[in-house]
């Protein structure tokens, strides 16, 4: 057995440029150059990156499905879900996440979520009886609705007839019809997995604090947190239920699909973070290890505040493990973060993105140092 080093790798994505498992590979490479055992075990917490993460640890016992669906805005994009025995797991941004769509072409207003619809319709007619959907890095804020359409729900107006696609037509809704929903979901039990815990709607709902980066202005956030409270109002007044699940955790996750899918699939709403902490045996994996290395693409006061990457550094802290930061940008120190080490790999006087080149020269010559400690 080696007597070297062993380093557990566990960095998230840098969002929007390059996936956790490319940057655990190359951080990996550099360490086991300088004589480091590793573990790889790329990270997320619910939201983008999830299924890849999961591929990436439970290979080759896993299976991915590649389905042509309905993107956020109606063109078709290509998106996958991953299925392990009779489960699986859908990650709403493959099909309906901001990521498919160029910054110009962001509709807050009119994004849906039918492709993560179509994802989840193909598992259950496979027969799959427990499906995860792991919410985050949505383009829309139509409470889920889009994607329940596409299991059986029928969302009326004043005439009977069906209302159109996007959060802003919640506003013409009147009346639901689930009969058809809940013959499709019959016998199936269903998980929402959440990276934030806002409620659904008001000052800290889901069309306030992330409907400005779908491309909402600031007058359109007001008149989207009325449409989700009429959407709210009348699901509840139908199932006969109490406001209260509007106030929970993880319901104004992806645009208000935490609310809407947890409700009418009757899925609890469970911590993305720990549940992919558990899939992954993360803990037994971090006392395996000497020293840890984290990583996302910005690293803020936001990173200490409940995700993923603060809570790694807390419990790996805690369990007196070295650890060594390797975000694209950050304005923290190691002091505040409460780490050893921290190495931003992105050249922040050029202002240019962090490429797997800088991630890998970075992590040489952190390995390089480390090896003489």
Known sequence: MSSNRRVLIAPCSY???IAAPALAEVIAKEAERCGFDTISAPFADGGDDTVNCLKAALAPNVKIIQKDVTGPLGAVVRASYLVAGEEAVVELASAS????????????????????GELIKDAVERGLKKIYVT???????????????????????????????????LLDLVRVDLTALEKTI?????????DVTNPLTGEFGAAAVFGPQKG??????????????????????????????????????????????????????????????DKLSLAEKIDLCDMVVVAEGCLDSQSLSGKGVGRLIALAKSKGKKVIAMPAVTELTAASLGIDILAPTANQAMKAPAGLADVGRVAGLVFSELKND
């Open 186 to 194: 019959a016998g199936v039990q269903f998980y929402v997995v959440s």
């Open 135 to 169: 919410l985050g890095g949505s383009a829309s804020t139509d409470g889920g609705a889009g994607c329940l359409r596409v299991l059986g729900a029928r969302f009326l107006n004043q005439d009977d007839n069906d209302i159109g696609c996007g959060g802003i037509s």
């Open 15 to 17: 969002k929007g440029s």
């Open 216 to 277: 909402l202005s600031p007058q359109d956030v007001p008149v989207l947190d009325r449409a989700l409270s009429n959407f709210a109002a009348i699901l509840e007044r139908t199932l006969g239920t109490d406001s209260s699940l509007r106030t929970r955790p993880g319901a104004g996750s992806a645009g208000g699909a935490g609310y809407g899918l947890s409700l009418l699939l009757k899925a609890p709403i469970i911590s993305g973070f720990d549940w992919l902490f």
């Open 97 to 116: 996440g901001i990521a498919h769509l160029p910054p110009q072409e962001l509709d807050g207003l009119r994004a849906q979520t039918i492709g993560l």
